[in-house]
């Protein structure tokens, strides 16, 4: 299966550049021709001048009739075969966002939740539409300026399907004590009776309850070099574990090994102590268009003894030490394409504009994008290519000690967004390269595909057993000094669509 669907995309690939290929060389065998046609009409005769322009017309007229016949005969496989299978997949996303165009949805909704005389405040729904316990209601309150010129705090809840409930409280301090440092405070809270464990090194997971308190402070300054800076960071975070509502879906004896010193089932405290190293070259924190950002992270975790073993499950131990170290290396490069005396930020006119030709797309007008004369402008004017490299890694003071729900997963937000929680390793490794373009005042078009390699729980890197991709597209919302939300479709092959909402500006 794999290999014919391999083929199938070699096939549509070759397909496509031939299509351009051929619509290129019409077009430039047309101006080679007219070229000719004009220098040979200066060596002829007056006599015979007229019968020449006239066949020069019928020639030209053949050519263009030859090209239409081209372009209409390229683009039948594409109008009726992959813009049908495009147009089912992107119906939740085209329908709506057609909507938003036309009727000017995004531009309204920001200024009817905008509230304060210097429009400080903002108050709007929050939602996650998934299937199962995972829809959520919620809501987002943010106020800059609350007390002071540069503190700025934000509010998310949400209420989930099963009644899980979780919260967010931020406070920021900006340019603080000596004018440049940053502090910040954070407590949050999550309930989650869904919550689940995978084993180490597989896509093994099982269902146990999770509830967390977090309690967390920052404080970060400049370096005395260019954009770099050094954030500290301490917290506690308290943890309850527990078994699943349903009886099946508690582990059996196969895993008393794997699982002895992992705390699950069971509670326990831990106290990470960050330091964060970054260079932040990007122009812009939400719509960056070039430059590099680079973080490092290194973390130390004192874990408390797990206690409050379930009754019958005796095999769960606490006597090994559970601390932990974690290294995780993040490198971004945005690259710009197009006019460079263009801004990618639209101004409102040329949102306007562009909302027209999306509606028209959107509507089946899909070969508009094959004219030679719009195809670049299309693909390259005012475009980003952005790419991601993030590498993390866990060391346990004693092997096998380090809690299980403490490990990184391979998920939409490492990222690799085809999946959800699937796999969890003590190293990960990821590539992420994204194309984005302006498609409305707040909103970026996103095209992405991503690749990562982790290893089992023996440490080891295997490729390409350890090795996964995923691809796809989507939107962001944002301005140039804030971050909404993203929603978008994430692939693994052709055998499944992940679907990701959140107001986690991952890999902004």
Known sequence: MGKQNTNLFKFIAIWLMACCSVLLAEESSKEVLDSLQIQDSLTTVADTLQKDSSTETASSEEKTSKVGFIRWLAGLPLEYVVYPVFSGIVYPFSEPLKYAFDNGVIDKGIEIFTFGEEKNVMVYPTMNLKPGTSTMLGFTYRHSRLALDRDYLVVTSGLYANSDVDYVFRYNLKKMLDGNTFLAFVHSASFNRDGNFVLLGTNEAYFQADTMWRFEAKIGHPLPFPNTSLQYSTAARIRHLDLPDRADDIIDDEFHARLAERGVYQDYNYFPQKLTFSYTGAESPFVPTSGINFY?????????????????????????????MSLELVFQRFMYFGSMGKSYQFTRSEARARRREYSSLFGGDILKIWDPNKITSWILDRRVLAMQIRYIRSWEMEEGGMPLTNYSKLNDQFPLRGYGDMWTSSS?????WEYRWPVDYYVDGIAFTEYAVFADERGDWKIPDNFRNSWGFGVRVRTPDMYFFRLQLGFHGLHGIHFVMTISPEFQ
């Open 428 to 432: 990960m490794l990821g590539v992420s």
């Open 296 to 324: 490092a992270t290194l973390e130390y975790a004192h874990v408390t003894d797990y206690k409050h073993i379930p009754e019958g499950f005796g095999w769960l131990t606490s006597e090994k030490n559970h601390d932990y």
